[in-house]
Each structure stands twice: as structure tokens, then as C-alpha cells.
């Protein structure tokens, strides 16, 4: 069966920091790879995803990068925190194909405190 | 611009009965709808999906329910227990993108 692993489960950074959150997936070859974000009393915000090593689209501009390094690890940048960073960080993974696209298992999430 | 709304950010149920968590959207593009359930500080956990060709698609104490017409879908759970308690998310997504669109979230607390 397919897992998703993030870490950290929680973060605590000052704002201008840089920052790094990682994401795998294990059970699975070739996945889509998904990073949300879901702030304060908001649903959930697409920020990036990827179809491939190396492939990364994103959704809104903003402060934040991402980086596929390997098929089934994706990673979630900054080179300086902001406050509005701030948020609950969601990892999810889906499979490839339309009719598998739809349907992103997400991971347990990171709680990002910027102060 | 939010596609995809719950409209009720909270709903009480009392144990053994219904619970009817409802969901607009927006977008007539959209084809394919998943509602998720999540728990405080984790990930949502896929519950049930229905594609746009079908009005109704059911998994044990799940049922959800589509009317394309009044770009409505509803999750019906019977009966409900104290541990499907949880914020549940209506999303939807069409054949332009990768994204969910997700909704802003129901609360549900069923009392024993």
C-alpha cells in the first residue's frame, strides 16, 4: 500500500529564515506530487505540484519554491519566511492518468509558526 | 473567487441519525467530486468521490449524492457515530488542471 511521509510535524521559525519541508511517498512509481497550504479559517490552497522529476508548476506566485528531486520526493523552499507563510503545509500524491488524478492522498501536514 | 462553497461551518447531529453535509459549486466544468474528512492537526483523509455522469455513489454509511443541475452534491452518513465527528471538505475538480478545488469546511460533532 502507498504512504506519505512529511516532516516536520511542527516548525517554529522567525521571520527571514529559510526554510525546508519534505515530503516522500513510498508504494508507488511516478506519482503527481502535490503541496497545499491551508491557512487560518481557509480551505485548502494549491501551491505547487509536479508530474515528474524536475517538473514543477505553481499555482500562485508567492514567496515559497518547490523542488523534485527524485521520483517520489518533493520539497517545499523559501529563502526568507514572511509572516503570511504562516499555515498548515500539506503534502498529497495522486496517481498518473486522468481517471487517477483526481483522487490526492494527502500526507499528515506541517504546522508552520512564523514569528 | 471561491468555486466550490459549504455553506454551513458547523452542524450538530445526535448519534444513530442522519447527517447531511451539503456543498455548492460554481464551476460547470467541474466533472469529478470528492469530500474528505480530516482531524485536527492531520492530513484529510480521502472518504468518498462521484463522477459528474452519475448522481449518486454509495460506500458503506457513505452516501454522496450529485444534481448537476443545481451544481449540488450532498454526503449523506447513516447512521452517524461520535467518531465521524471531524471537518469534512467538499472538492471538486475539472479536466483544465491538477487542482482541487476545495471548499472552506463543515464541522461536524455528533453527541452520543
Known amino acids: 500500500s502507498q504512504t506519505i511521509h512529511q516532516w516536520p510535524a511542527t516548525l517554529v521559525q522567525p521571520v527571514g529564515s529559510p526554510l525546508s519541508l519534505e515530503c516522500t511517498v513510498e508504494?508507488?512509481?511516478?506519482?503527481?506530487l502535490y503541496w497545499y497550504r491551508q491557512a487560518a479559517g481557509r480551505g485548502l490552497q494549491l501551491l505547487f505540484y509536479?508530474?515528474?522529476?524536475?517538473?514543477i508548476s505553481s499555482e500562485v506566485p508567492q514567496n515559497l519554491s518547490a523542488s523534485r528531486p527524485q521520483d517520489r520526493q518533493f520539497i517545499l523552499s523559501s529563502k526568507k519566511l514572511l509572516l503570511s507563510d504562516s499555515g498548515f503545509y500539506l503534502c498529497?500524491?495522486?496517481?498518473?492518468?486522468?481517471?487517477?488524478?483526481?483522487?490526492?492522498?494527502f500526507g499528515p501536514g506541517t504546522r508552520l509558526t512564523v514569528l | 473567487d471561491q468555486q466550490v462553497k459549504q455553506n454551513s461551518p458547523s452542524l450538530s447531529v445526535q448519534e444513530g441519525r442522519i447527517s447531511i453535509l451539503n456543498c455548492d459549486y460554481t464551476?460547470?466544468?467541474?466533472?469529478?467530486f470528492l469530500w474528505y474528512k480530516k482531524y485536527p492537526a492531520e492530513g484529510p483523509t480521502f472518504l468518498i468521490s462521484?463522477?459528474?455522469?452519475?448522481d449518486k455513489n454509495e460506500d458503506g454509511r457513505f452516501t454522496v449524492f450529485l444534481n448537476k443541475s443545481a451544481k449540488h452534491l450532498s454526503l449523506h452518513i447513516v447512521p452517524s457515530q461520535p467518531g465521524d465527528s471531524a471537518v469534512y471538505f467538499c472538492?471538486?475538480?475539472?479536466?483544465?488542471?491538477?487542482?482541487?478545488?476545495f471548499g472552506k469546511g463543515t464541522s461536524l460533532l455528533v453527541t452520543p
Open positions: 462521484i463522477s459528474s455522469i452519475k
Open positions: 509536479s508530474v515528474g522529476i524536475g517538473q
Open positions: 508504494g508507488t512509481s511516478n506519482p503527481n
Open positions: 498529497a500524491w495522486s496517481g498518473v492518468g486522468r481517471q487517477y488524478t483526481d483522487t490526492q492522498y
Open positions: 464551476n460547470s466544468m467541474f466533472d469529478y
Open positions: 472538492a471538486a475538480s475539472g479536466n483544465s488542471g491538477y487542482a482541487l478545488n
